[in-house]
Structures are given as structure tokens and as C-alpha cells.
């Protein structure tokens, strides 16, 4: 499985990626630093300046460290578990999230996402 590093405050975490296009297309543009914004209480969101390909699917249950695409523009990080009926693509997820809620805290947050080397 391919993985790219993601980094918030100066810690990182590996992202194990899923295989589609939309991955392919993500980590042609990598490294990406970008400026995420706080949503619901359980979520970090980005419209990126940029499109990319769409495999959306009813996702049903969200887990904490799931990354996906929401529409063609939108990242998507999810730092809580919850139900929902709205359609993603899988990018990827992230084991080990020991303190990412404080972490990421309740406000924007600064993520960076790179290629292993």
C-alpha cells in the first residue's frame, strides 16, 4: 500500500492511500501545504485551487483519520467518528491518531501532505 506523510504542528503521519485515480492525480501535486478550515466539530476541510478526478460512493460510517474528497475540489480530514449520508472519494487513512483532536484543535490548521521518500 502507498503511503504519503502528513504533517501538522511539526508531527507527522503516514496516510495509507487507497488506489484510484483520484490518489494518482493527488500525488502528482504533492508536496501541498495548505490552510484547513474547521468544520462541525469533527472535521478540517480545503477547496483546493485545483480539480480532481471523482470516484464518490456512500460512505455511511466516517472514521477518525479518514481522508477523502468531497465533490472534485474539496480535502477532507476527519478527526471524529460519525454516521453520515453524503457521497466521498477514499483517499486514505491514517493509523495511530494519538491526540489528533488537540492537535488539530477547534480552529484553521496548517497541513502539509508529501511524497514518502
Known amino acids: ?3 504519503i506523510t502528513m504533517i501538522i ?4 503521519w503516514q496516510v495509507n492511500l487507497y488506489q484510484n485515480d483520484t490518489v494518482e492525480s493527488l500525488i ?3 508536496p501541498l501545504t495548505i490552510q ?3 468544520l462541525h466539530g ?3 476541510y ?3 485551487d485545483f480539480q480532481l478526478p471523482i470516484m464518490s460512493e456512500s460512505i455511511d ?3 477518525t483519520g479518514d481522508l477523502m474528497l468531497f465533490g472534485n475540489n474539496c480535502l477532507v480530514l476527519f478527526y471524529e467518528s460519525f454516521s453520515t449520508p453524503y457521497q466521498y472519494t477514499k483517499i486514505g487513512y491514517i493509523d495511530n491518531l494519538k491526540n489528533i483532536k488537540n492537535l ?3 480552529k484553521d490548521v496548517k497541513v502539509t501532505f508529501q511524497v514518502n521518500k
Open 9 to 12: 504542528n511539526n508531527q507527522e
Open 104 to 106: 488539530v484543535g477547534s
Open 42 to 44: 469533527n472535521e478540517k
Open 61 to 63: 460510517q466516517i472514521e
Open 36 to 38: 484547513m478550515k474547521e
Open 28 to 30: 502528482n501535486r504533492l
Open 1 to 3: 500500500m502507498k503511503t
Open 46 to 48: 480545503h477547496y483546493l
